[in-house]
């Protein structure tokens, strides 16, 4: 199975067939899977399944999706795509809670200029605190202030848009968005520019520990807080 194309594979399987260590979840219109490479503490993708009327070579990238000539079923493949990253968001927060006692931000979107056939919606937690975060160009594919990860919601927006600015946007320049990918590196949440990858995954590790650290602290005064009051009332009665 080919590296470049095993989305596509995985988008025309019924996902009965696919193994439980990559398939996550699926619907009559979407299947879910683990990110082989995540970049976050949790990362999905989330594909459109090859259902008529819709085609391979439709569903090849975002790029071809927008221009295939039907604008409604382009914008009727996103928001299902949508719908079902907002269940996944709602499943993530559940095992953040489980897991780590808090919840935080959650990313949803797609790259400019994607790596893989098949169009595919990126869902990853914002921390950015991984192993599989090796270089540059995989940092930047994610940083949501250069412009190559394109968030869900903008991406709707064109849809909304004058035709021409639609147009434009969904024209998607290989070369544009590649080039983004070359920015240096800085710490999206600061800004704070940063010499090197292992310099910047030590200060992301340094970013998230912190607020995890405040958001534990802000649960624990709150249950306090309700205990207190809980006491308070039962003293009263």
């Known amino acids: 199975m080919?590296?470049?194309?095993?989305?596509?594979?995985?988008?025309?399987t019924?996902?009965?067939?696919?193994?439980?260590?990559?398939l996550f979840s699926h619907t009559e219109t979407s299947i879910t899977?683990?990110?082989?490479?995540?970049?976050?503490?949790?990362?999905?993708?989330?594909?459109?399944?090859?259902?008529?009327?819709?085609?391979?070579?439709?569903?090849?990238?975002?790029?071809?999706?927008?221009?295939s000539g039907d604008k409604a079923r382009a914008k009727q493949v996103i928001s299902a795509l949508n719908e079902d990253a907002k269940t996944l968001r709602q499943e993530i927060q559940e095992e953040m809670k489980s897991r780590y006692g808090f919840t935080w931000g959650i990313w949803?979107?797609?790259?400019?200029?994607?790596?893989?056939?098949?169009?595919?919606?990126?869902?990853l937690s914002?921390?950015?605190?991984?192993?599989?975060?090796?270089?540059?160009?995989?940092?930047?594919?994610?940083?949501?202030?250069?412009?190559?990860?394109l968030d869900i919601d903008e991406v709707l927006s064109w849809f909304d848009a004058e035709d021409s600015y639609y147009t434009s946007m969904a024209k998607l320049d290989t070369k544009h968005y590649e080039s983004m990918l070359k920015e240096d590196l800085s710490c999206w949440r600061c800004n704070a520019?940063?010499?090197?990858?292992?310099?910047?995954?030590?200060?992301?590790?340094e970013e998230w520990d912190t607020q995890a650290k405040r958001e534990k602290a802000k649960i624990e005064r709150r249950r306090k807080m309700e205990e207190k009051s809980a006491g308070d009332k039962a003293a009263a009665e």
């Open 126 to 149: 914002d921390d950015l605190c991984s192993e599989r975060m090796k270089n540059k160009k995989h940092y930047n594919s994610f940083h949501p202030k250069l412009g190559f990860f």
């Open 2 to 12: 080919s590296a470049l194309t095993v989305l596509r594979t995985y988008a025309q």
């Open 14 to 22: 019924n996902p009965a067939k696919i193994p439980p260590s990559i």
């Open 33 to 67: 899977i683990y990110d082989a490479f995540p970049k976050g503490i949790f990362h999905f993708l989330i594909l459109p399944r090859v259902q008529e009327p819709l085609t391979v070579s439709e569903l090849s990238n975002l790029r071809t999706l927008l221009l």
């Open 193 to 205: 520019s940063m010499k090197n990858i292992p310099t910047l995954k030590a200060h992301l590790q």
């Open 108 to 123: 949803t979107g797609f790259h400019g200029a994607p790596s893989m056939d098949h169009l595919h919606l990126h869902v």
